[in-house]
């Protein structure tokens, strides 16, 4: 069964440094994989996903995140964090066939600080 | 395009009482999820819709949940009764096609508290 491991529960930077959320996964078959994002009393919304095309991929607001096979990760980066960016982000792996169903991991809070 | 909507908002019961949510998904959209999250975790699916078919229910308590979506568009959970550990955000979503392909769309969610 796949499952994800989000390394960081809480992630802490200043405002203009670079943002590095840690994702591994594990999958028996060729995974789809995501990044969600949620706000304080805001519904999950996507931020990329990966699909077994590029294997870099660019969300939005800045975000972009590498599938690395090899070391079976999808960490999210960003090159500068702004203060709007604080909020709660899950990497989540789908299983190609079946159901395909979204296994979420337990999440990362991130904070910016001013 | 309207998101998906979601009532109530917020939800006080006693333990052993029953509670129910409403989920309308984005018009069109074939596929629906409920998912549990309890606080402090990401959430967990407990049931997949594919118009009125139920595609996934493997992790629902089937003793004390149930799940419908009638004509494929809206659908109801309930819970009954209610425990303790049921205290959590329950989240549906809905998306156009396989998540390969369509995004899931979220609804803001029922806050649960049971007492």
């Known amino acids: 069964a796949q499952s994800v491991t989000q390394l960081d529960s809480h992630v802490s930077v200043s405002e203009g440094t670079p943002v590095l959320l840690r994702c591994n996964y594990s999958?028996?078959?060729?995974?789809?994989l995501f990044w969600y994002v949620q706000h304080p009393n805001k519904g999950l919304q996507l931020l990329l996903k990966y699909t077994s095309a590029a294997t870099l991929v660019k969300g939005i607001n800045g975000f972009e995140a590498e599938f690395k096979k090899s070391e079976t990760s999808f960490h999210l980066t960003k090159p500068s964090a702004h203060m709007s960016d604080a909020a709660e982000y899950f990497c989540?792996?789908?299983?190609?066939?079946?159901?395909?169903?979204?296994?979420f991991g337990k999440g990362t809070k991130l904070t910016v600080n001013p | 395009e309207a998101g998906v909507a979601q009532s109530p908002r917020y939800k006080i019961i006693e333990k052993r009482q029953s509670v129910a949510f409403w989920c309308n998904p984005i018009s069109g959209h074939a596929t629906l999820y409920w998912y549990q999250q309890i606080l402090g975790q990401g959430p967990k699916l407990l049931i997949q819709f594919q118009n009125n078919g139920v595609v996934d229910d493997s992790q629902l308590p089937k003793d004390r949940f149930s799940a419908e979506r009638l004509k494929g568009v809206d659908s109801t959970l309930k819970i009954q009764p209610a425990k303790l550990e049921d205290s959590a955000v329950y989240l549906c979503a809905s998306s156009l096609r396989y998540v390969r392909v369509s995004p899931l769309h979220f609804g803001n969610g029922t806050r649960l508290t049971v007492t």
């Open positions: 999958s028996s078959y060729s995974p789809s």
């Open positions: 989540v792996v789908s299983e190609a066939g079946g159901s395909e169903k979204l296994v």
